[in-house]
């Protein structure tokens, strides 16, 4: 696992459709800069700019995927406890399953995490350029 940080400059339009283009769901994290050197911008804009396209593009969904883990695994104790009772905590095949549901949601909320950073940077993309040949 490399720790190369990957640094970004976007200096027109065609920089920002690229950066779509080369936008790949990495189950690594991965950690890089997004600076934006486009006309038009004031250098606010460009700061906010750049924190949310790093935000999106650099994603991994392990925020999400742990979240979802955890409410999978709780979810699974709740139901086993309703409906199970307190006694099925010494049967072993409780808790293989209990891990195996800690993984699936793992599994389902890093998908998700990832789906939804790709969809969130081509909104923020888009929106980007609008704004910017609106003001051009």
């Known amino acids: 696992m490399s720790n190369k940080q990957l640094n970004i400059v976007l200096n027109d339009l065609q920089g920002l459709y690229n950066?779509?283009?080369k936008s790949t769901m990495s189950l690594i994290p991965r950690e890089g800069n997004i600076k934006l050197e486009l006309d038009g911008m004031n250098e606010s804009e460009k700061i906010d700019w750049q924190k949310?396209?790093?935000q999106y593009y650099f994603a991994c969904g392990?925020?999400?995927g742990s979240v979802t883990s955890m409410i999978f695994f709780f979810l699974y104790w709740i139901y086993i406890f309703v409906f199970e009772g307190v006694r099925s905590i010494m049967n072993w095949e409780v808790w293989v399953t209990s891990v195996l549901f800690l993984f699936i949601g793992a599994v389902v909320g890093k998908a998700a995490g990832l789906f939804y950073s790709r969809y969130a940077l081509t909104i923020a993309v888009r929106k980007l350029i609008l704004s910017l040949s609106r003001t051009s």
């Open 52 to 54: 949310k396209l790093q």
């Open 62 to 64: 392990c925020k999400e």
């Open 19 to 21: 950066l779509l283009n």
